[in-house]
C-alpha cells in the first residue's frame, strides 16, 4: 500500500511560481509511475503530468514549457515545478501512483490505483 501526501499549494500571482510536492511511503518510488491531475470546480479531475519508471516526463498541452515533473528517489518525492502560472491553472492538485509499465501515456484517472489527498493552487489575476 502507498501513501501519498501533496504539500506547496497556495496563493500565487499571475505569471508566479509554485512548487509541488508529493512524498510516497510504503512503497519504492522508483517502481512506479507517479503522475499529477488537477481539478477545478465544477469540472473533471484531468490529466496534468507524469513521470515514468524509466524517468520518461509526459505533460497536458495547456502545461508544456511551463510546468515540470521530477523525481528525487533518495527522497521517495515527486515534484511539480509550476512557472508562470495562469488563472486558469487553479485547481485542487492531485499526486497519483501505479505500479503497472504502460506502453501508452498513462493520463487517464482509471490508470493509477494510489492517489493523494490534494492540495488547493489559487491563482490570482
Known amino acids: 500500500q502507498v501513501q501519498l501526501v501533496e504539500s506547496g499549494g497556495g496563493l500565487v500571482q499571475a505569471g508566479g511560481s509554485l512548487r509541488l510536492s508529493c512524498a510516497a511511503s510504503g512503497g519504492t518510488k522508483s517502481n512506479y509511475i507517479m503522475g499529477w491531475f488537477r481539478q477545478a470546480p465544477g469540472k473533471e479531475r484531468e490529466f496534468v503530468a507524469t513521470i515514468t519508471q524509466s524517468d520518461s516526463t509526459y505533460y497536458e498541452e495547456s502545461v508544456k514549457g511551463r510546468f515540470t515533473v521530477a523525481r528525487d528517489n533518495a527522497k521517495n518525492t515527486v515534484y511539480l515545478q509550476m512557472n508562470s502560472l495562469k488563472p486558469e491553472d487553479t485547481a485542487v492538485y492531485y499526486c497519483?501512483?501505479?505500479?503497472?509499465?504502460?506502453?501508452?501515456?498513462?493520463?487517464?484517472?482509471?490508470?493509477?490505483?494510489?492517489w493523494g489527498q490534494g492540495t488547493q493552487v489559487t491563482v490570482s489575476s
Open positions: 497519483a501512483a501505479d505500479g503497472r509499465r504502460w506502453f501508452r501515456i498513462p493520463k487517464y484517472r482509471n490508470d493509477y490505483e494510489y
